[in-house]
């Protein structure tokens, strides 16, 4: 396809279990980002990606918390031992490049439920 | 603290009404996104604005960068059902290095037939 795409689109999960949550952003964008967007709210920025390197992931909410992109493309977020309060909708958005004329594109999100 | 405050957090009209909503920091942006998002999808870009007292307009939407580029409008003529839909609006601060997107928490707007 030609959009962002996010996997799973829903996971319900036990507190204290790990989730996996995949981006595939669109060919040929370099910049990926991804955001948390809790029941009502804005979208909270987590961590941003040009090529492989993370140059800002100050929004990463705890040390449970990592992701990775490989090849320049594909880019897993992984939630550790999780809690309640992690459960929200995890938004994944690429760019051809980063700045203001750099449009982001985003991905219908995973929804992810804690129990 | 969300650095965005937006108004109202909720607005239903019926079809036909016009509608405004608010944006408004503090601070000061070095540009201004208004997104729409629908149920289950993430969020599309409608406009970007990056001068100060810019208005763009975009058919029945009508955006404002106020002119000390801290607060925005969005401004819907003769709503449509169509125009439902969580609005976000995100801004890039002028202090930040590679341009973070800071949203606000978005106003639901729901409009009848």
């Known amino acids: 396809g030609a959009g962002v795409s996010q996997s799973p689109s829903n996971k319900v999960t036990e507190k204290g279990k790990d989730v996996e949550l995949r981006c595939d952003p669109i060919?040929?964008?370099?910049?990926l980002y991804w955001y948390r967007q809790s029941l009502g709210q804005g979208l909270e920025f987590l961590i941003y990606?040009?090529?492989?390197?993370?140059?800002?992931k100050s929004g990463l909410p705890s040390d449970r918390f990592s992701a990775e992109r490989t090849g320049g493309s594909v880019s897993t977020l992984t939630i550790q031992r999780t809690q309640q309060e992690d459960s929200a909708v995890y938004l994944c958005?690429?760019?051809?490049?980063?700045?203001?004329?750099?449009?982001?594109?985003f991905g219908p999100g995973t929804r992810l439920t804690v129990t | 603290t969300q650095l965005l405050e937006q108004s109202p957090q909720f607005l239903s009209i019926q079809e036909g009404e016009n509608l405004t909503v608010y944006c408004n920091s503090s601070?000061?942006?070095?540009?201004l996104q208004w997104y729409r998002q629908e149920p289950g999808e993430g969020p599309v870009l409608l406009v970007t604005?990056?001068?100060?007292?810019e208005v763009k307009k975009l058919k029945r939407l009508t955006f404002q960068f106020g002119d000390a580029r801290k607060d925005s409008s969005l401004h819907i003529t003769a709503a449509q059902p169509g125009d439902t839909g969580l609005y976000l609006c995100a801004g890039r601060m002028t202090t930040d290095s590679w341009g973070k997107l800071q949203f606000g928490a978005g106003t639901q707007v729901v409009v009848t037939p």
């Open positions: 990606f040009q090529g492989n390197s993370a140059p800002d």
């Open positions: 604005v990056v001068t100060g007292g």
């Open positions: 060919s040929g964008h370099t910049a």
């Open positions: 958005a690429s760019s051809l490049g980063q700045g203001v004329i750099y449009e982001q594109y």
């Open positions: 601070s000061v942006f070095s540009s």
